[in-house]
């Protein structure tokens, strides 16, 4: 292991990352527009919202103090009331998930239609039932409230997309780079001179690892300074575990840039295992209440231990030692990955 | 002097295609040697088995009559057919990268003026034109002061003016006491440039000598030249072979003056006649025919 030689190639790639000023843009602006984009739609706010249309209504916009519906419901919050002018129009919204109920206006008894195939429409139906019942109705029950600073849904999903952008930066940007470097005889220039694989591999794998680090510091900074995000744990904590991520994730990089010169199969096999670790890692939503099978699929990839990590860190207040399970999986799967992209690398072929 | 290199017995069989069939060559301290021959005849791929880019499936390579160890590619230099380089570095980045990679390195200022790359040397690499990344390219191959050096087919896509320069760098090189290993598909680049010839065809080796002697061996005649129309009813009547190019025919003979005499005798308009002195070309086309290759 030469250190002169692995410093020219980490410095290279740098380079070149921090060069190429559209793909260099882009990788800070895409999570930070994604983050805005949600903290613009959310507010803070849950991201439940039931939409129930009203007919017969001229206009869209709905004034609810103006139109007689139940009082109850009138007042429930995370429902959005949209004008219809007709039944048929309404019924055609329904049926297309569009809006999840369907009441017409007037004085009881009322008429309300609702899909079976609707699980909100279900849910909205049970609220429009209960807004029926007198106020004075006792029930069995009383409202506790939680303990401990709120969370929003934007804090719950600021990691995910931090996490996804790591994931795309890692896989694409060494696992697809690798292969055309090797398509267009890059690679095969290199491997005629004294510069080893491990040399080479490792300062494409370190490189990627000072950009992703950088890159997470400076759109949380940036993110951070309008959404204050909630953090209970530590900094430093969550500094370490995106740090493992990083390098799990690069190293999962480096297994897809190990053989192959074509960029049209490396493409499809990073959407192979791109999409559905977006999806299964609770980038976007919560798992629970999934089938077991998909929650065991879900534990293949490493995105969801290290999403799993970094919001027990950051929303419950964990320590390392309480993520001891995600770290020690992590760092298994990181030697894995790099002992197969090892095995497996090959300059040309 | 001593041979640096040996190539014995090499074999390469890909699936279906035997590439090298069982060539040997041996190439001597300090010579340009040249690899030629027509397209899919296996230059590049003995060159590349050579130069450690793919495994041969037979055969033995010993450079300084040994087997090549991992010193070997701290002392050749290489300029492929085609290259892509890193992105986004300037051509003079892109040697101080190269530069690193290797224990022995010619200064980067002496590399810049020798092939005159200043002009664009803060330029991205892939901004320049063909001319200049060729310079570029033998200068990447030139960083680490090779005893070896690999070109292959160095001029292709060079306009005159770019390659006699480059031709005129490579015997520079050569006179340094460089040992050049070249491929090319320009006969008056192999003849101006190399002192001894190999030519190639189907992975074999099938004429090897000085560029002189190949042609005293393959093609010694000389090419008389005449407009077709001098001719006249003369040309039936000619004992001599000969073929109609264009407008123009072609007398193939070995003594010149009594091809002239008996034209003469023929009442022949001499006025228009050239004549050719054999070449590496014909000897070329001679060796591995005229049909069409890929």
Known sequence: MSFKRFWAMFKARNREFFRDRAAFGWNFLFPFLIVAGFGIIFGGKSYTEYNVGLFPHETVMVTPAQIRIPDGLRKMRYIKFIGIPTLAQGLDKLKHHKIDFLLKLGNPPYDYYVSEA????????????????????????????????????LDWLFPGILAMNMMFSALWGVGYVVVRYRKNGVLKRLKVTPLNAFEYLSAQALSRIFLLMFTLVVVWLGCDFIFSFTVLGSYVDLFLIFFLGSTSLTALGLVLAARGTSEEFTTGILNFISWPMMFLSEVWFSLEGAPAWVKGAAQIFPLTHILTAVRKIMLDGAGLMDVSVEVTILTLMTLGFLSLGAVMFSWNK | MAALLEVNNLVKKYKTVLAVDGTSFSVKQGICFGLLGPNGAGKTTTIEIIEDVIAPTSGEILYKGKPRTASFKDEVGIQFQTTSL????????????????YRHATEIDDLVGMCHLGEFQHQYNDKISGGQRQRFLLAMALINQPELLFLDEPSTGMD????????????????????????????????????EIAIMDYGKIIARGTPQELIKHHSPEMTVILPAGSLGRALGQLPLPYRKVHDTVEIKTNDVNSC????????????????????????????TGRQLRE
């Not at chain 1, 019942?133 to 709120?150: L, V």
């Not at chain 2, 003079?92 to 190269?98: D, G, H, K, V």
Request: proline fraction near 4%; charged fraction near 20%.
């Open chain 2, 86 to 101: 890193l992105s986004f570095l300037t051509v003079r980045e892109t040697l101080e990268t190269f530069q690193s990679l």
């Open chain 1, 118 to 153: 609707s699980p909100k429409g279900y849910v909205i139906e049970q609220m429009f039932k209960s807004s029926l019942i007198p106020p004075d109705f006792k029930i069995g029950a009383q409202k506790k409230e939680i303990q401990g600073t709120a969370i929003r849904y």
């Open chain 2, 260 to 287: 002239l005499d008996l034209l003469i005798s023929q009442n022949v308009d001499l006025s228009d006649l050239m004549v050719q002195s054999p070449s590496l070309e014909s000897v070329f086309l001679n060796l």
């Open chain 2, 160 to 195: 005159p003016q770019a390659r006699h320069n480059l031709w005129d760098l490579i015997q520079q090189i050569r006179q340094d006491g460089k040992t050049i290993i070249l491929t090319t598909h320009y006969m008056e680049e192999a003849q101006y440039l190399c002192d």
